[in-house]
């Protein structure tokens, strides 16, 4: 792959996309990696990078010869940077979204002792994983699982039950748990049906941090007098009733519902942040025509903009950062 990198025969961003397509843990995140072959995103990022380029080649005109030359619109030409702007914000956001596809999800299963996180764990999984009583604080210790829902690679955590407790290693155990969810990409809580909600279901949902995905899951709809609930889904662990759709409520609440067709242009992390940056220097470049700022001050940020999006696709890049992209593949040096 490096080699017909050099040799000019693929771009760097089919580059990454073998090396994807080989460590892809998922059928979603295989997709992914095939799309980013045939060239969509190198056709995507040149197409932008070169209207930047007709707008620095206007300004820079400007700068050398502005009284031989029409005047400029200077709002036209932030109208265009606007744009090109918009167009990598998106790419940023989609590019997020893929990664998760290409990581998976890390989703705690949280909630007081015995309202069934270990059985809703051995239940998604297909497997005994978990030890299942009906004594509260069985679970002491942080458990993992991964699975893929739907093409998603996930890792399920089953924590511990949050509670008060003296016993000093379900004290460690609890802590970990808060860590845990402090710390996944979504957090499903669960609560007892045939208990009802109850006010400490609410001050544990409180410690969820703000921004992390919740979905509000009601278990043992089985034994409740009237499994229907106004808090979230109602599932039965033991039956399997209401899992499919728990799957599906996670999976949308993520962003990762559906087939996945608007991530075809999807970026990778290093490919992020270069089209970050790059939107970073347009925003700059807006601001330096809203100051008055003379044509030249335009094309500072206007240029580093460029150089970011040729480094997505190789066009402008130095050796230091090749060897380090080629370092993460295995094969085809």
């Known amino acids: 792959s490096q080699r017909a990198f050099l ?68 709002a036209a ?46 239940a998604l999984s297909g497997q005994e994983r978990a030890i299942v009583t009906d004594l509260p604080g069985t679970t002491r210790d ?12 996930i890792t399920l955590l089953d924590t511990a039950g949050i509670r008060s407790t003296a016993d000093r290693v379900e004290q460690l155990g609890i802590e970990r748990s808060r860590a845990a969810f402090a710390s996944a990409d979504a957090v499903v809580l669960l609560y007892d049906l045939s208990r009802g909600w109850s006010p400490d279901d609410s001050a544990l949902r409180n410690e969820v941090p703000d921004g992390t995905p919740l979905l509000v899951v009601g278990n043992k709809s089985d034994l409740a007098a009237e499994p229907a609930t106004t808090q979230g889904l109602a599932i039965s662990a033991r039956s399997g009733l209401g899992l499919a759709e728990l799957s599906s409520a996670l999976l949308k609440l993520c962003g990762l519902s559906g087939e996945g067709q608007g991530l075809l242009l999807a970026l990778n992390q290093r490919q992020c ?14 601001q330096a025509a809203r100051d008055g700022l003379p044509w030249d001050f335009w094309t500072i940020d206007l240029r580093e903009a460029i150089r970011a999006l040729g480094e997505i696709t190789g066009a402008e890049i130095t050796e230091a950062v090749l060897d380090r992209v080629f370092s993460r593949f295995c094969i085809g040096k």
């Open 7 to 74: 040799n000019g025969r693929l771009d760097l961003t089919r580059a990454e996309a073998i090396s994807e397509l080989v460590s892809a843990r998922s059928r979603r995140a295989a997709e992914l990696a095939m799309a980013g072959l045939d060239g969509g995103l190198q056709q995507r990022i040149e197409a932008l990078r070169d209207q930047l380029l007709d707008q620095l080649c206007e300004l820079e005109a400007r700068v050398d010869f502005e009284e031989d030359l029409p005047s400029l619109d200077g």
């Open 77 to 122: 030409v932030c109208t265009a940077l606007r744009d090109v702007q918009q167009a990598l914000d998106q790419l940023v956001l989609d590019g997020q979204q893929a990664q998760l596809l290409r990581d998976g999800l890390r989703v705690a299963i949280i909630g007081r002792p015995n309202v069934g996180k270990s059985s809703l764990l051995n």
């Open 142 to 153: 942080l458990l993992d699982y991964d699975l893929v829902l739907q093409g998603v690679p």
């Open 273 to 286: 942040d270069l089209a970050a940056a790059a939107s970073a220097a347009l925003g700059r470049s807006q």
